[in-house]
């Protein structure tokens, strides 16, 4: 079965510094694409960036980076120079590699504060 | 704002009575997905559209629930006889299923629901 997990319930940081949020998943299937979503309190889900098992480079998307060790079955987030509207709950999901739509399943999320 | 869109964004309902949310996917994606989010969880899948069609349904869909997307536009999601249990998030989301703009799925701010 596939599943994301998102070991860190919540981190902190300060401004300015870099953090790294952990995923890992599990899936058989060798074609699958990786997603990070920010969820701010107002609710809606923001994405972010996008890996897809066959890249051959990590994604990169301004201030984040996913760093994509498949071997390991990681793609943790890594967000540089943060900023305090950085302080959201952060989702990890993987796309359901068959049928080509993006059904996507989610981990239990990490919640990321970041301190002046 | 040519997002996702989601009404009402908050709604306190009775136990018993039937409630609808409403979602306007951006306009030119031709798939649409619900899913539900409760507290402390990521979001969970629950329906997807393909234009008018709907072709998957999760098991969480109980008979309550039902989904709509007449004209490939919009789409209304139903639930009859609510239970506290229903109470969560319900976000809509939309994609495009030509290239890269395929692997991107995006979210609406989401329709919170407490049942009393």
């Known amino acids: 079965a596939q599943k994301i997990t998102q070991t860190q319930p919540g981190m902190f940081v300060q401004e300015k510094e870099a953090v790294t949020l952990d995923c890992t998943y599990d899936?058989?299937?060798?074609?699958?694409?990786l997603f990070w979503y920010k969820q701010p309190s107002s609710g809606e889900m923001i994405f972010l960036i996008y890996?897809?098992?066959?890249?051959?480079q990590n994604a990169t998307e301004g201030r984040y980076s996913l760093n994509f060790q498949k071997a390991r079955k990681s793609a943790n987030l890594v967000i540089s120079a943060s900023q305090l509207g950085d302080s959201a709950m952060y989702f990890c999901?993987?796309?359901?590699?068959?049928?080509?739509?993006?059904?996507?399943?989610f981990g239990a999320g990490t919640r990321l504060a970041v301190h002046p | 704002d040519t997002g996702v869109s989601q009404d009402p964004r908050h709604k306190i309902t009775k136990r018993g009575q039937n409630v609808t949310f409403r979602c306007d996917p951006i306009?030119?994606?031709?798939?649409l997905y619900w899913y539900r989010q409760t507290l402390g969880q990521g979001p969970e899948f629950l329906t997807y559209?393909?234009?008018?069609?709907?072709?998957?349904k999760s098991r969480l869909l109980s008979d309550r629930f039902s989904a709509e997307r007449p004209k490939g536009s919009f789409s209304t999601l139903e639930i009859q006889r609510t239970e506290q249990g229903d109470s969560a998030m319900y976000l809509c989301?939309?994609?495009?299923?030509?290239?890269?703009?395929?692997?991107?799925?995006?979210f609406g701010e989401g329709s919170w629901l407490t049942v009393v």
């Open positions: 989301a939309s994609s495009s299923d030509t290239g890269d703009s395929g692997n991107t799925i995006y």
């Open positions: 899936t058989s299937d060798p074609s699958y694409g």
């Open positions: 890996q897809g098992s066959y890249d051959q």
């Open positions: 999901a993987m796309r359901r590699p068959s049928g080509g739509y993006n059904k996507l399943i």
């Open positions: 306009s030119e994606h031709n798939r």
């Open positions: 559209f393909q234009n008018e069609a709907q072709l998957e």
